[in-house]
């Protein structure tokens, strides 16, 4: 029977052991991972992790303990910060996220956070986010403000500049740069080298890493900087099936780690792993899915109304009379207020709506009028009313609506042409660009993407779409 101390070894024991030595608290937060040993392949990164688990290549045993724990620290901090799992989130809100530079802006974070420490080794080449700051967006200032003003979504999005060429010459590559150029750490070329498609990630050699950029996009001057920068690093990050799950199972494992991430850090005080509470802490959010759902569902319930056509069911019970020879006043009874629920959704198609978004947007508008069994008007317009479809109660099916537009936004015709089928409850798709003039009795709630920087909705409720 095999050894119980030799079920629970790995590569990183010894790493782990020093950690929880200096750093108790934050340094046993790798209890609460998975460890992998990985087949000892040339190729293989020292060490990578999915989300849940880390994974340990054969040429992490030949480095010095303290080079080996500030590897093993840096891919617990990512699985706690819930890096790959933000990652397939920022993907599904772009439908265009470059992992490569996703990996060197978490990569970034995480060293600046650990950079204090002087019982743990980072590599030579590791990027810092004080050191991407300056050299990419010209911003001078300490790390401990970095670290409270930067989180890894607003970091990426600011340095993600690549375009699609507008007309590339013939016989001109439109591969982004760094794709073909920019080598990684083992030799391999930026896209397969740092995008995670190289090395194994416990599943015989079978990578399960996802790179959601789009190969016709050039890089521009930030996105070109911070490769370079990142040119020597091994790609760790390999977001796949581990790091994915239903909205409500992911709202729950960001709420855990960032509660433990919050005592470890208390516990450990001026030895915590952390420098700081940074920015990049996991937010709990309750799933847009979820907000939608209940407004639409209180606003489409059916609702009691008196109804002087029946009596109530006492003044039947007591025939109408209170005694001999005497009535009762009449009771009316209750009815419901409306027969069939109607719901109006106007989407905005001036061109500010990606179509993955939208394409969520539609299936989650079909799922709640099917399980209210609700009448569907849409609306589609920008500065005035495109098209109007008529669904009947449970039936809609909005996969094959051409949602085109492309003129600027005015709310205003949109409002007065949902107004005029009597709703019961509206919702619109949009930006919030544009003036609404008309102010509709019925509530109205505001689907607003929340990668844009929009204005407080001129009346109403907002939901961010993430």
């Known amino acids: 029977m095999p050894d119980a101390n030799e079920l629970h070894r790995h590569r990183g024991t010894r790493a782990i052991q020093r950690m929880v030595e200096f750093a108790p608290s934050t340094g046993g937060l790798a209890l609460w991972v998975r460890h992998e040993d990985l087949p000892g392949a040339a190729d293989a990164p020292m060490v990578s992790t999915d989300g849940r688990t880390l994974f340990y290549g ?9 080079s080996q724990v500030g590897l093993v620290a840096h891919e617990v901090l990512h699985i706690a910060l819930r890096h790959a799992q933000r990652y397939l989130e920022l993907l599904r809100q772009r439908g265009d996220v470059d992992l490569q530079l996703f990996n060197i802006c978490a990569d970034a974070i995480v060293n600046s956070t650990l950079g204090h420490l002087s019982w743990l080794k980072l590599p030579a080449a590791a990027v810092t986010l004080e050191r991407l700051l300056a050299g990419v967006l010209q911003i001078e200032q300490a790390v401990e403000k970095s670290l409270l003003e930067w989180d890894v979504e607003r970091l990426y999005r600011t340095i993600d500049d690549r375009r699609l060429p507008q007309q590339p010459s013939r016989g001109q590559s439109t591969r982004r ?4 150029g920019t080598s990684g750490a083992n030799g391999n070329s930026g896209s397969s080298g740092n995008s995670g498609s190289s090395g194994n990630t416990g599943s015989g050699g079978d990578s399960d890493a996802r790179d959601g950029s789009d190969p016709r996009r050039d890089d521009g001057p930030r996105a070109s900087r911070v490769r370079a920068l990142g040119r020597d690093t091994e790609a760790d990050l390999r977001p796949g099936p581990a790091a994915e799950g239903p ?17 470890a850090h208390a516990g450990d005080g001026a030895h ?11 937010t709990t959010r309750t799933p847009w899915q979820h907000l939608l759902r209940t407004q ?40 419901r207020s409306k027969s069939v629920p109607r719901l109006v959704v106007i989407v905005d198609v001036s061109g500010s709506i990606e179509d993955a978004l939208m394409a969520r947007f539609a299936r989650e508008i079909e799922a709640i009028t099917h399980r209210l069994e609700a009448g569907l008007v849409l609306v589609i317009g920008d500065d005035r009313v495109r098209h109007v479809e008529h669904f009947e109660p449970g039936v809609a099916d909005l996969s094959g609506i ?65």
């Open 58 to 66: 054969g040429r992490f045993e030949q480095l010095g303990l303290d």
């Open 177 to 180: 740069q760094g794709a073909s």
């Open 247 to 263: 909205p409500e199972a992911q709202a729950m494992e960001a709420r855990e780690w960032s509660e433990r991430i919050l005592r």
């Open 272 to 282: 915590s792993m952390l420098r700081a509470l940074i920015a990049d802490l996991p």
């Open 296 to 335: 639409l569902a209180r606003g489409l319930a059916p609702q009691p109304a008196l109804s002087w056509s029946r009596p109530t069911r006492s003044y039947m019970a007591n025939q109408g009379r209170g005694g001999p020879n005497r009535r009762l006043p009449w009771e009316p009874g209750f009815s």
């Open 402 to 466: 051409e949602f085109s537009g492309g003129g600027g936004t005015d709310f205003t015709p949109l409002l007065e042409e949902a107004d005029k089928h009597r709703p019961d409850i509206g919702v619109v798709l949009t930006d919030l660009e544009g003036p609404a003039r008309y102010r509709p009795r019925w509530p109205v709630i505001w689907a607003v993407p929340e990668s844009e920087r929009s204005p407080m909705q001129p009346f109403g409720r907002k939901i961010q779409l993430n």
